[in-house]
């Protein structure tokens, strides 16, 4: 990665986080081009050995969140370490005194006792809940009411989803508000303590796609869809050899083109005048969901899956197949992505290693992830004039 090309060039974080938020705001911040110092007690944090692993026990998922970064590992629960960490993270220079962290409640790690040497300090402060409580993804999403609205329709309780949303969208949010700040401090000279608090992510979130103002205005909760998608028609359509496929309308001309492709334009028709509806509307389509996609599903199930796709592939409809975790990586491992390409990698072998979502001609392939604390002597003796703080 020639980082010297990129965006964020010259900028110098230190992270002391982990699980996902911090470490992927850090990530995010380094895939840009900035220097990342990534600090862990020895032995790890929580997270170094966390599922899925690698052949030798390595965890794929710590390696993939710090890629890039350099790894630092020092003895935090004594106040020599403590000390170390406090002179790496106000070490002198417009382009340091940023940190991103997760530790509450440290008061050797406070902002009032960092700002003493670093005045213009950019501290972001990830927690889980907003008054400070403890709180990670998965308990954020229970008590957002996302999970009574995810799932089957026939769904008798609540459903977690796989993918850490609120975790991810933190991390966005506190990469975002180390720009900001950074700006603010080239302005002013000032810097800033800002807190992100994963329930607070949950609850902006929820209100700005209206969920909780409709539950607000109605008095009632979203109920699961299941693969129908809200407010429009979206459907999933069995195939006959037993794949899946994901068909969306959003537009009218989509759903003339759906139409058309299943040949149900005249029973759709019918339909429509029985039912008084009106079927170029997002709303009427959603209202009948069941019925219209009752109607188009035979077409899916005299088809495989290469006999769907090709057929789709020159229509407005929008459409993509199921796939599995096998099916994708599989594809990626032979080339089919700009931004995920394999990697010969300690531990894992040949792996499948991404530079981030961005598109950057500077960004160069993959790079190995850290050994934990393997930049430990580098970094003191480079920021902090010797290899033991």
Known sequence: MNSTQLPLAGLRVVEVGSFIAVPAAGLALRQLGARVIRVDPVGGAPDIARWPLGRDGRSLYWAGLNRGKESVELDLAAAAGQSTLRRLVTAGG???????????????????????????LIYVQVVGQAGGGSAVDYTINAAS??????????????????????????????????????????????????????????????????YLPDAHLRLRS???????????FGA?????????????????????????????????AALEAALEADFRQEGDRYRHRHVLAALMRPWFEARNR????????????????????????????SGGSAVVSPLAEEGFGETLATTGPVRLDAAGPPVPAPRLGEHTESVLAELLGSADG
């Open 94 to 120: 417009p382009v340091g005194g940023i940190l991103l962290s997760n530790v509450a409640g440290k008061p050797w790690l406070s902002d009032e006792l960092l700002r003493q040497d670093r005045p213009d």
């Open 145 to 210: 009411g996302l999970a009574y609205a995810t799932g089957p329709e026939d769904g008798r309780g609540p459903l977690n989803q796989a993918l850490p949303v609120w975790d991810l969208l933190a991390a966005a949010h506190t990469a975002l508000t180390v720009l900001a700040a950074l700006r603010q401090r080239e302005a002013t000279g000032q810097g800033s303590c800002l807190r992100v608090a994963l329930e607070d992510v949950a609850m902006s979130t929820l209100t700005t796609l209206g």
């Open 222 to 232: 979203r109920p699961p869809h299941g693969n129908y998608l809200y407010g429009t």
């Open 236 to 268: 999933d359509m069995p195939l006959a050899d037993g794949d899946r496929i994901m068909v969306v309308a959003l537009t009218a001309r989509q759903w003339d083109a759906l139409l058309e492709l299943t040949g149900t334009g005249r029973a759709v």
């Open 306 to 333: 290469g006999e769907a796709t090709a057929a789709l592939g020159g229509t407005r409809v929008l459409w993509a197949p199921f796939r599995r975790f096998t099916d994708v990586a599989g594809d990626l491992s």
